[in-house]
T-cell receptor, first 114, second 112 residues
Framework: KAGVTQTPRYLIKTRGQQVTLSCSPI?????VSWYQQTPGQGLQFLFE???????NKGNFPGRFSGRQFSNSRSEMNVSTLELGDSALYLC?????????????FGPGTRLTVT | GIQVEQSPPDLILQEGANSTLRCNFS?????LQWFHQNPWGQLINLFY???GTKQNGRLSATTVATERYSLLYISSSQTTDSGVYFC??????????????FGKGTLLTVNP
């Protein structure tokens, strides 16, 4: 079974632009979560989508948004990019079976904002 | 939200040595995972262990849920074990604003 995939892997954007990142979960997984990793703040939860609905949201400004499609693929969007948005963005999927909440991570998208 | 503390923050070993990494958490959890982050940033699943003990080769983990801690054991360490190890938890009961909450990690360096 294929793992979680993320595209693109690397991205360079200019301050003020917007960016869209994509995540395809493991087949059959309906929950997709997004995380941001920076040297200063570590790994932080952004939001989670389940069956096309945002189920949980972390403490990030409204510039960070996401959505999930009927095939469980998810996208996250960051508008009006700031230098501090430079980070590794990780996507994770889980089966959400009552016997297991285990999450599986993709390789990440490394975003650089100049 | 739930607090996750990992210790030690840094650990330097000689190849062949054993080590124990600790993860303390502040609330009951329905998910606890240990990850190894590779040099390219990907989080590699080591254990899904909200309670009990598991072993996988030279690695093993124990979670004592009632006392809110988990331990990751690495035996006969190899240079390829180097990297950052993360503990992450999800609080029981839902209603949380967080999925996985991560600790700050333990940076392990194994010297030849």
């Amino acid at each position: 079974k294929a793992g979680v995939t993320q595209t693109p892997r690397y991205l360079i954007k200019t301050r003020g632009q917007q960016v869209t990142l994509s995540c395809s979960p493991i087949s059959g997984h309906r929950s997709v979560s997004w995380y941001q990793q920076t040297p200063g703040q570590g790994l932080q939860f952004l939001f989670e989508y389940f069956s096309e609905t945002q189920r949980n949201k972390g403490n990030f400004p409204g510039r960070f948004s996401g959505r999930q499609f009927s095939n469980s693929r998810s996208e996250m969007n960051v508008s009006t990019l700031e230098l501090g948005d430079s980070a590794l963005y990780l996507c994770a999927s889980s089966l959400e079976d009552r016997d297991s909440y285990e999450q599986y991570f993709g390789p990440g998208t490394r975003l650089t904002v100049t | 939200g739930i607090q996750v503390e990992q210790s030690p923050p840094d650990l330097i070993l000689q190849e062949g040595a054993n080590s124990t990494l600790r993860c303390n958490f502040s609330d009951s959890v329905n998910n606890l995972q240990w990850f190894h982050q590779n040099p390219w940033g990907q989080l590699i699943n080591l254990f899904y262990i909200p309670s009990g003990t598991k072993q996988n080769g030279r690695l093993s983990a124990t979670t004592v849920a009632t006392e809110r801690y988990s331990l990751l054991y690495i035996s006969s360490s190899q240079t390829t074990d180097s990297g950052v190890y993360f503990c992450a938890v999800e609080r029981t009961g839902g209603g949380s604003n967080y999925k996985l909450t991560f600790g700050k990690g333990t940076l392990l360096t194994v010297n030849p």
